[in-house]
C-alpha cells in the first residue's frame, strides 16, 4: 500500500489546489523475464552486495538450465539467459535494483509530483511504474526517461498497455487533455479509469466504482466458496461460515479501502453489501434490525474495519525512520494543512480523535511498537462500537428478548455450537435465530404490519385467541403434543434456575427462557452454567420442532401458503 500511498496524498494535495494532475502508468512486456543476470549482478555489487551472498546469487543465476514436462514426456535441457525466477523469494527485490537507477534519475531531475518540497514524481513497486505531474509538458520528459532507460537494459515499454490517467480536482465539466504524450514513436492512450496495484483510480474525485469493483470481486469471492458449504441455508454452521468469510471475503472487500476512505454513500455501497452477506450467513430475512446482526455474529461494522485498517497503515508510517519519505509528507501535511483539507493525514487526526488515541504527531514522534498500537487500535475500536451497537439495541422493540451483550470478534451464545452438537442442531440455530431478532412472522405481526385492515391476527392452527410469541410457544393447543415433552424438560430447568433467583429476590421469564438464556448469565454471573447449555439445547429443538409442525399445518389447510 506504500505504492498507493505516493499516488492518493498527491492526488488529494492537488485536490485542495485545485490543480488537474496526470498519472502515467507504464507497463513492460514481461519485465522479470528480461532482466540481464549481467546487469543485476553490476548493479548487486555497486550496491555492496559481495562476497558469498554475491556468488551465492551468481550459481543461481548463471550457467542455468531448465526443461519442460508435458504429458510425462520431458525435453531436452535448455539454458536460461536472462530473467529472475517468477515467484521467486528474491525476485521482486532483485528487480526493484535493477530498476532503481531509473528512480534514482527521476528523483534528481527535481521535476514531476512534489508534495511541498518532497519529490513523489514515480511511486513503484516491482514493476509497476507510475509517473506523476501536475505539468503535461514534465510528464513527457519523465516518460521519456524511463524509455531510454528502458532501451538501455533491453526491456520493453507497451505503448498500448501503458496509459495516461489525467484526475480532476471536482466533478465540474472536464475536457480531456490534448497534449500527446508518447512512448518513442507511439502515442498513449488516455483513458477515464485503470487499475494500478489492484486499486481501481479514476479521474472523477469520490468516484462510487472503486467501491463496485470491490464489492463485484468480493462477491466472486463468496460465489467461488459456494461449493465448499458458505451459504445459508444447508450449508456449514454459523461459526464456520463467519470464519471462512472473514478470512477470504472481508480482505478482498476492503483491499485499498484505507486509503480510498469512502464516507457517505460510498460508504453505504460497502456497508449494505457486507450487512446483506452477513443476513444470509446468519439464515435471517434483509428486515433483521442491524444491531441484532453484529451481536449474533461478533461482526465489527465495516466503518469500524476500514478505521482500524487506516489506523494499522499509518502505525506503520509512524515507525519508519525519520528521514523516509512516508513520515516527511506526514509531518509536512500535519503541520501544513487545515482540517478542511482533503489530505489523507487529517482523516487519520479525526479517526484518532474519534476513539480517544494519543495525536497523530505524538506517535510520528514515539513510533509505538507494531504489537502494543494494534492492541491499543483494537481496544479503544472495539470499545466505541460496543457502546454504540448496544445503545442502538434499546431503540428495537424486535430486540427485547435477545441479549444486547456485544462482544466484538465473538459470536453470540445462540449462533455457538459446540464440538458434541450434531450438524442435526446447526439447522435448528436459524429458526431460533428469527425468533430471538423478531423476524419470525406470525399472524400478530403480520396484522400490526399489513396495510389490509380485514386481516386478523387469530391464529389460523387453532382459531382461539391471537397468535402471538407468547401464544405460539406455550399456549397453542394445535400444537401441545409437539411441545409437551420439550417443554417440560425446559420447565424443569426453569425451576432450578428460579431456586437460584428467589435467593436474590427476581424472577425468570419462562419466554425470556426459551429465547435467549443468556441474559440470565448477564443477571446472575453466578448462576450454573451447565443448566444455561441445556435450556439452550432443549430450546432450540422446541423452537424448530415448533416452526416445523406449524409449516406443516398450514400447508396442509392451504397447500399454497406456504
Keep these: 500500500m506504500n505504492c498507493s500511498f505516493f499516488i492518493e496524498e498527491f492526488i488529494r494535495e ?55 514436462k508435458f504429458n510425462g514426456l520431458i525435453s531436452e535441457p535448455f539454458s536460461i539467459c536472462q530473467g529472475v525466477k517468477q515467484g521467486g523469494i528474491l525476485s521482486a527485490d532483485l528487480y526493484k535494483l535493477y530498476i532503481n537507477n531509473l528512480l534514482t534519475d527521476i528523483e534528481h ?37 524511463a524509455y531510454n532507460y528502458s532501451q538501455r537494459e533491453r526491456y520493453k515499454l507497451q505503448p498500448v498497455k501503458s496509459v495516461i490517467l489525467p484526475v480532476y480536482p471536482n466533478r465540474r465539466k472536464q475536457q480531456e487533455p490534448s497534449f500527446p504524450w508518447s512512448i518513442g514513436n507511439s502515442i498513449m492512450p488516455i483513458v477515464s479509469q485503470t487499475t494500478h496495484m489492484g486499486v481501481l483510480r479514476t479521474s472523477k474525485p469520490d468516484d462510487p466504482n472503486p467501491l463496485y469493483e470491490n464489492v463485484k470481486k468480493a462477491r466472486r469471492a463468496m460465489y467461488s466458496l459456494m461449493p465448499a458449504g458458505l451459504h445459508g441455508k444447508n450449508g456449514l454452521d454459523i461459526q464456520s461460515l463467519l470464519h471462512i468469510f472473514n478470512i477470504y471475503v472481508i480482505p478482498v472487500l476492503l483491499y485499498g479501502l484505507e486509503l480510498v476512505t469512502p464516507t457517505g454513500k460510498n460508504l453505504d455501497i460497502i456497508d449494505i453489501f457486507h450487512k446483506k452477506c452477513i443476513k444470509q450467513l446468519l439464515s435471517l430475512p434483509t428486515s433483521t434490525a442491524t444491531p441484532a446482526i453484529y451481536i449474533l455474529s461478533g461482526q465489527l461494522p465495516i466503518e469500524g474495519q476500514i478505521h482500524k485498517k487506516i489506523l494499522s497503515l499509518f502505525g506503520n508510517i509512524s515507525r519508519q525512520p525519520q528521514n523516509s519519505l512516508e513520515k516527511q509528507i506526514a509531518y509536512r501535511q500535519l503541520l501544513m494543512k487545515t482540517d478542511d483539507s482533503n489530505s489523507w493525514f487529517i482523516i487519520v487526526k479525526t479517526i484518532l480523535a474519534k476513539y480517544n ?15 502494543k498500537w494494534k492492541t491499543m487500535v483494537n481496544k479503544e475500536v472495539s470499545k466505541y462500537w460496543k457502546h454504540f451497537i448496544e445503545g442502538h439495541c434499546k431503540l428495537y422493540p424486535s430486540l427485547k428478548y435477545l441479549n444486547s451483550q456485544y462482544i466484538p470478534g465473538k459470536t453470540h451464545v445462540l449462533v455457538n455450537l459446540s464440538a458434541s452438537n450434531s450438524m442435526q442442531e446447526a439447522m435448528r440455530i436459524p429458526v431460533k435465530l428469527r425468533i430471538a431478532t423478531g423476524s419470525y412472522i406470525l399472524m400478530a405481526d403480520r396484522t400490526r404490519h399489513s396495510k389490509n385492515k380485514g386481516l386478523l391476527a387469530t ?6 385467541s391471537d397468535e402471538t410469541l407468547e401464544h405460539f410457544l406455550l399456549l397453542c393447543p394445535a400444537l401441545s403434543n409437539q411441545r409437551k415433552s420439550i417443554l417440560s424438560n425446559i420447565q424443569l430447568l426453569h ?22 438464556s443468556s441474559t440470565i448469565g448477564l443477571l446472575e454471573p453466578s448462576c450454573d452454567n451447565s443448566i444455561l447449555m441445556d435450556i439452550e439445547f432443549q430450546s432450540r429443538r422446541l423452537c424448530f420442532l415448533l416452526h416445523t409442525s406449524r409449516s406443516r399445518i398450514l400447508n396442509d389447510i392451504d397447500p399454497t401458503s406456504s
Design 14 to 68: 492537488c485536490r485542495d489546489a485545485g490543480k488537474i494532475i496526470y498519472i502515467a502508468l507504464l507497463d513492460a512486456k514481461s519485465a522479470f523475464d528480461v532482466v540481464t543476470h549481467e546487469s543485476i549482478l553490476r548493479k548487486l555489487y555497486i550496491a555492496g552486495v559481495e562476497g558469498l551472498l554475491w556468488k551465492l546469487i551468481h550459481s543461481l543465476h548463471m550457467d542455468s538450465s531448465s526443461v519442460v
Design 109 to 145: 531531475s527535481g521535476l514531476g509530483a512534489k508534495i511541498g518540497s518532497i519529490c513523489c514524481a514515480a511511486p513503484t513497486c516491482a514493476d509497476d511504474v507510475a509517473l506523476m505531474s501536475d505539468n503535461p509538458e514534465e510528464l513527457q520528459v519523465l516518460i521519456n526517461m
Design 357 to 371: 488515541l494519543p495525536s497523530a504527531l505524538y506517535l510520528l514522534d514515539s513510533q509505538i511498537q507494531k504489537l
Design 459 to 464: 391464529c389460523p392452527l387453532c382459531q382461539t
Design 495 to 516: 425451576e432450578k434456575l428460579s431456586i437460584q433467583f428467589k435467593h436474590n429476590g427476581s424472577e425468570v421469564d419462562l419466554i425470556q427462557v426459551i429465547i435467549d
